[in-house]
């Protein structure tokens, strides 16, 4: 049970700190962002577990672990991202726009950005080749790692 209790902490603190930002950037979210994110998340998840079917193919508990953890923070940060761009869209066709919200929304993206920024740059670290040292199985799996912070990066940017 030790494993599930860490799991389900881990998933209470990334929300929690998706919620902190959004109730301090954002503010209170409008139905039509809340329908889309729920609808976002119901496909990332569904999209995720397909991937971890088809990439696990023995029940490792560790690697299955090491898996969640990564692609729950990979998708939170995707998903704040997503949450920014429909704000910006919002906030760019409001006429009552002041500049203390698009600086807030300014903050928020350069954090996701950051936050991005550092789980590739783990991504690298962890997976990535060291000097001569590189396995076989090593750049393919940091691609695959590194595929979802890849397309949020490029998102992110567009949206700035």
Sequence with gaps: YGKLVLINF??????????FLQTTFLGNMRELEVAKMGSRLRSL???KFVLLGA???????????VWFVWLAMCGSVRLMSMVCRD??????????TSSQDLMRLAVLLYLVL????????????????KGDDCPSGSISLMFLLAFDL????????QTV
């Design 10 to 19: 881990g998933a209470c603190v990334i929300y929690l700190m998706g919620r």
């Design 45 to 47: 998840l569904l999209a």
């Design 55 to 65: 990439v696990l193919s023995d029940n490792e508990d560790t690697e299955l672990f």
């Design 87 to 96: 704000r910006v869209e919002y906030v760019a066709l409001a006429p009552h």
């Design 114 to 129: 950051l936050a991005n920024s550092i789980l590739f740059w783990v991504c690298i670290d962890t997976f990535g080749c």
């Design 150 to 157: 890849i397309i949020t990066h490029i998102s992110t940017l």
